[in-house]
């Protein structure tokens, strides 16, 4: 099956590695799609969740942080401005896996445990967020399967 997919990828005269991009960048932004989706949707729970780790005006920080990866995301899938959608995405990832996932305040060890994976998990997509951004800053022109080649920086 995936041999026949590549067969015709290069009957069609498509780049596989523009493929490739374009398959990342969809799983990359559905995480954040579905996610900025709950944080609209679930806002009073997000919110009081958010609060209970300490963080100020949690409603605000809330709805503004579910826009901001929601945006983000539909910029990196669509290809539209998708360096300013990666960096909303990092913006949003590094205060998050800190004031959220603070593994080291905790003290039962199971909670710590999840604590952990959730900063490393934030720490990681951050990570790749920072990638995309390098590419569709340095690339922007280039990159297929975009709504627009505009970036803004």
Not at 41 to 49: I, L
Not at 62 to 70: A, D, E, K, V
Not at 120 to 128: E, F, S, T
Request: glycine residues 10%; proline residues 2%; aromatic residues 12%.
């Amino acid at each position: 099956m995936v041999k026949l997919i590549i067969k015709e990828i290069k009957l069609l005269g498509i780049n596989k590695m523009e493929v490739a991009l374009l398959v990342g960048r969809l799983f990359f932004a559905l995480l954040f799609i579905g996610s900025g989706i709950g944080h609209l949707r679930q806002t009073a729970a997000m919110a009081g969740y958010a609060s209970s780790k300490g963080v100020p005006a949690a409603k605000a920080a809330t709805i503004i942080s579910g826009l901001m990866i929601l945006l983000g995301a539909a910029y990196i899938a669509l290809g539209f401005y998708a360096d300013l959608g990666a960096l909303l995405i990092f913006i949003f990832l590094i205060p998050t896996a800190f004031l959220m996932h603070p593994y080291w305040k905790e003290t039962d060890a199971m909670a710590k445990m999840n604590e952990m994976i959730a900063f490393n998990k934030d720490i990681a997509l951050a990570g790749a967020a920072l990638a995309f951004f390098y590419i569709f800053a340095k690339h922007g022109e280039t990159v297929g399967f975009v709504l627009s080649n505009t970036t803004l920086f």
